[in-house]
């Protein structure tokens, strides 16, 4: 919409009117009619010269007009000490928390349109997160952006983590004028890259709607102020606990009943085969949420224009970057603009290489999985806790499941090694029980025998990758299966024979390390969270220590009772129980 004039902030708030302010003409809570009369809320930020401009969008549940700096104070000032560049060109009023700058994007001539999703922030109705009634207001609202007389037509998809995921899921309705989407660290499978690892519930989602989506739902008379309008980031009038309630999908308790995969899950998860909008689906090595779903994502979609980039450091950083704006700005200049920005130069894939000194080695590539892969299998082997390139005679070890498990390690490298791409293990394992959680992880040591750790997305001091699986989980979905990436039905349980082995196919999540000689890498098998040794101090998210293992913890007493996960579990190796871990090795170029 279009003001008169310039006018206070809190007066455009209220009255929907525009304000001019920072080089930007800002409306301030749009009204969005959705089909059923509902009505959402959207801040627009456009440039102030008249003309029409393609937009970048985002709709979700964590309060458009909070401030970065005041929501995730944490986060911000790690980001701000670390990262200096994401200053600048910006005056930081307007950062909002996973969405772009916009005093970064209107000078270039962009519009940004944030919008509160139903029942969160300043838009009223049922909080129903990532559901199928969420993506059809998306829908609309992309339609409604695309349609605006200051609109060129052509609407792009910015945005990291929630503003990643529902990119899948909207991108799949076909709104005639979504024009791109860049989902930047988001998972596309509810079950298996959020709510179940390998079947095993993650702790994450319920400790995660209580903190960032209830506590800014629509009425729940949460007095933060946006500092830009003086008003409160929750409309509404106040409702009580129980009103609040009645109002919101109880999704802890929906993730905790459904262990299985079910319709439920698929209705928030992506037809990826139904995405034919340019895509550049942008990764973290690092993830233990979303880095599958960028992966798989990408070569899910039956988009003929798709790109790859994956990246390394804290969840929160590279989207603000210079390098990530910079990518991202060369992506849309190109589709929603029509500008030569260089992108037609861009490979397919690019990938930052992990050195073991924290440092990243940029590399462009053709494809994903790398053709050149040599697929490795190293054998576990009992009777000596080596990874060797033989299976070696039958031996097995048995491990308390809630205990430090089993570590398997290579002789050091002669050579320099590269180990870049999803991985996988066949383990060969019996229980005490009548079930079993397997967590698998790939280490590095250095020469003196430290483990090497990188920053990960929610970890100061994270491992390589890893990998999980709950025994009674194991059947195959035999079309979907590769040699590298097990996919499991979750359809049904088989429960065990307590002492009666089975083979056990686990999905390792894509990974890259450049190792020098001299190194070893390793793998450890665990029945709980890996952690690292000693007392800490570890530092904290939601509570929740972080040992290497981030904030992505598999630990509910509910799914995980003590007397069926704590038993004792015995894993087999050589003879006719070869375990194995298959690693994609890329030959070292000279």
């Not at 549940?61 to 104070?73: N, S």
């Not at 050149?372 to 299976?391: N, Q, S, V």
């Not at 019996?430 to 020469?447: E, G, K, M, N």
Request: hydrophobic letters at 35%; glycine letters at 10%; proline letters at 6%.
């Amino acid at each position: 919409m279009r003001g008169r004039g310039a006018v206070s902030a809190s007066e455009a708030s209220e009255s929907g009117e525009s304000v001019v302010a920072d080089g930007m003409r800002i409306d301030w809570d749009v009204a969005i009619e959705m089909d059923d009369g509902i009505v959402l809320r959207a801040d627009v930020f456009r440039p102030i010269d008249e003309g029409r401009y393609p937009v970048i969008m985002t709709l979700g549940p964590y309060a458009k007009g909070l401030p970065f700096q005041t929501g995730y104070a944490g986060m911000w000032k790690t980001i701000e000490s670390d990262y200096p560049d994401v200053l600048n060109g910006s005056s930081n009023k307007y950062q909002n928390w996973e969405t772009c700058d916009p005093e970064k994007w209107v000078p270039d001539g962009y519009v940004c349109v944030r919008v509160d999703s139903r029942g969160a922030g300043r838009s009223p109705g049922y909080l129903d997160v990532y559901s199928p009634r969420e993506n059809l207001d998306y829908y609309h609202c992309i339609e409604w952006a695309g349609t605006q007389n200051w609109s060129n037509g052509k609407v792009g998809l910015l945005g990291i983590s929630y503003y990643a995921v529902n990119q899948w899921l909207v991108a799949q309705l076909k709104p005639p004028h979504l024009a791109a989407i860049c989902p930047f660290e988001g998972y596309q499978d509810f079950y298996r890259e959020c709510n179940r690892h390998g079947g095993i519930l993650n702790t994450f989602m319920p400790e995660w709607f209580p903190v960032q989506v209830m506590s800014v739902q629509h009425g729940n008379g949460s007095n933060v102020i946006n500092p830009n309008t003086g008003v409160p980031v929750v409309g509404g009038e106040e409702l009580s606990a129980a009103e609040l309630a009645s109002n919101r999908n109880d999704l802890p308790e929906e993730l905790r009943s459904r262990e299985l995969d079910d319709q439920w899950y698929r209705d928030r998860s992506a037809d990826l085969s139904k995405i034919t909008v340019p895509l550049l689906s942008a990764a973290s090595w690092t993830h233990s949420l979303h880095a599958r779903g960028n992966f798989e994502g990408f070569l899910g979609v039956a988009s003929t224009e798709k790109w790859l980039e994956v990246h390394g450091l804290e969840h929160w950083t590279v989207f603000y970057t210079d390098y990530g704006v910079a990518l991202q700005k060369r992506f849309f200049g190109h589709f929603l603009k029509g500008v030569d920005t260089g992108w037609q130069d861009q490979p397919p894939v690019s990938l930052n290489l992990r050195a073991v000194d924290g440092s990243f080695v940029q590399r462009g590539e053709q494809e994903w999985p790398l053709a050149r892969t040599e697929w490795t299998k190293f054998y576990l082997t009992a009777a000596d806790a080596k990874l060797t390139r033989e299976p070696g005679a039958a031996s097995s070890l048995e491990f308390e499941a809630l205990g430090d498990g089993l570590t398997f390690l290579s002789e050091p490298l002669a050579e320099p090694m590269e180990i870049t791409g999803p991985c996988a293990a066949k383990l060969f394992a019996s229980s005490s029980t009548a079930d079993a959680d397997l967590f698998v992880v790939i280490r590095v040591l250095d020469p003196e025998g430290n483990d090497v750790s990188f920053i990960s997305a929610q970890d100061p001091r994270g491992i390589i990758t890893k990998g999980w699986l709950r025994a009674s989980h194991r059947k195959l979905d035999r079309t979907k299966t590769l040699p590298y990436r097990p996919y499991h039905t979750h359809d049904e349980k088989l429960s065990l024979i307590p002492g009666e082995q089975v083979e056990l196919d686990v999905e390792i999540w894509p990974t890259s390390v450049l190792i020098p000689a001299g190194y070893r890498f390793g793998v450890s098998v665990l029945g709980r969270d890996f952690s690292w040794s000693g007392d800490g101090p570890w530092p904290q998210i939601y509570g929740i220590d972080m040992r290497g293992d981030g904030i992505f913890h598999h630990n509910d007493r509910s799914d995980r009772p003590e007397a069926v996960y704590g038993g004792r579990t015995t894993l087999y190796t050589g003879g006719e129980s070869p375990s194995y871990l298959l690693l994609p090795v890329i030959p070292v170029q000279a």
